[in-house]
């Protein structure tokens, strides 16, 4: 079934539960925990999205159905933050008192993957602090991987460097990136369907390929592939939702066209993937196409326009609330600015 009839069919048999009293109050409400994280993403503006579980997860809490409702609460947090960067400063404090209702409420299938997001805010914000503590005495990511490792527990390894590989991506750490990368293949896990945060990081996986590839080393083939095999499901997916995937597909081929030596369309798939972000709403990848296309221009010697769009992506960066990306970029504009004959008080 494609994902479009999916979506039409479940959207149907959840209208018609909701047409029926409490009988079906358990089973509408697992069913839209699924429809919510894994169908309405193919279709409707993941921004859309955020209400519903959390109108989810106050249903599942008056009606007793706690495990459900806190699924809800993580599903919310991964559509936040990988999705649709909301602001980190905003819901740092509410995936900790998250994490907290999953401990009071004793709910193990959701205290762990709570606790690694809310690390993620924590690394993306610049805070040293260690979220997993929370979790458990003594709990860090090196312990939570161990625990998970000797317990075979593949999903909760691979959403540790899930987590990892897309840190080290906005960090600028592309060889820790990589790492994370080969270790997350490692633990595939049959599923079926993906979440957000599965989702974003084959993005990912592509952005981290074509830079590689770049380097033209022995690997560049393998890297290339990376970043080309995101292309081709990016491509399948933006037939299901434009809105989501757009932005993510343009700078995916924008990188692709780097690599090639095709700066025309290169530069237009840039331009395009800043358009798509900006009006999309997705104001993370804004910065990061914004950074891109700097760094492009980097390499072409363009460096007063590659400051111009260093300074923009510093102002996205800046409203996400990535405190550390943003130092990371306030580096590069200081290393950068001597090189401008223009732009410098902009950079300011």
């Known amino acids: 079934m494609s994902q479009c009839s999916k979506y039409i069919y479940l959207q149907l048999l959840l209208h018609a539960h909701e047409s029926v009293h409490?009988?079906?109050?358990?089973?509408t409400l697992s069913l839209y925990t699924y429809i919510s994280g894994f169908v309405n993403i193919w279709k409707e503006a993941w921004q859309a999205g955020l209400p519903k579980h959390l109108e989810a997860y106050d249903s599942g809490s008056t009606s007793g159905d706690i495990e459900y409702a806190l699924i809800n609460?993580?599903?919310y947090c991964q559509l936040a933050i990988y999705g649709c960067g909301e602001n980190l400063k905003f819901l740092c404090p509410m995936v900790q008192s998250y994490v907290k209702r999953a401990l009071q409420y004793n709910v193990r299938l959701i205290i762990y993957p709570l606790g690694v997001l809310h690390q993620l805010v924590y690394d993306l914000m610049g805070v040293k602090e260690n979220a997993l503590s929370i979790c458990s005495?003594?709990?860090n990511e090196e312990s939570l991987f161990f625990q998970s490792r000797v317990n075979n527990n593949t999903v909760m390894c691979r959403t540790i460097f899930v987590k990892k590989k897309y840190e080290a991506f906005f960090h600028g750490d592309l060889e820790e990136a990589a790492r994370a990368?080969?270790?997350?293949?490692?633990f595939l896990t049959p599923t079926t369907g993906r979440q957000i945060g599965i989702i974003v990081s084959f993005f990912i996986d592509g952005m981290i390929g074509f830079f590689h590839a770049r380097k033209r080393n022995e690997d560049e083939a393998k890297w290339t592939n990376v970043g080309?095999?995101?292309i081709n499901l990016l491509r399948k997916w933006v037939v299901s939702s434009e809105w989501n995937f757009s932005n993510k597909l343009f700078l995916l081929e924008a990188e692709y066209y780097f690599l090639n030596g095709d700066d025309e369309r290169a530069v237009d798939s840039y331009h395009n993937s800043i358009k798509a972000a900006h009006e999309h709403r997705f104001i993370?990848?804004?910065?990061?196409?914004?950074?891109?296309l700097a760094s492009y221009l980097i390499r072409k010697s363009r460096h007063d326009e590659a400051m111009t769009h260093y300074v923009n992506a510093k102002k996205c960066y800046d409203a996400w609330g990535a405190q550390s990306v943003l130092d990371r970029i306030d580096k590069i504009i200081a290393l950068l600015l001597p090189l401008c004959t223009q732009n410098r008080e902009l950079a300011q």
């Open 22 to 27: 409490e009988t079906f109050a358990f089973l």
């Open 73 to 75: 609460l993580f599903q």
């Open 137 to 139: 005495a003594g709990m």
């Open 181 to 186: 990368y080969d270790l997350c293949t490692s």
């Open 228 to 230: 080309k095999e995101s």
């Open 284 to 292: 993370h990848e804004e910065g990061l196409a914004e950074e891109k």
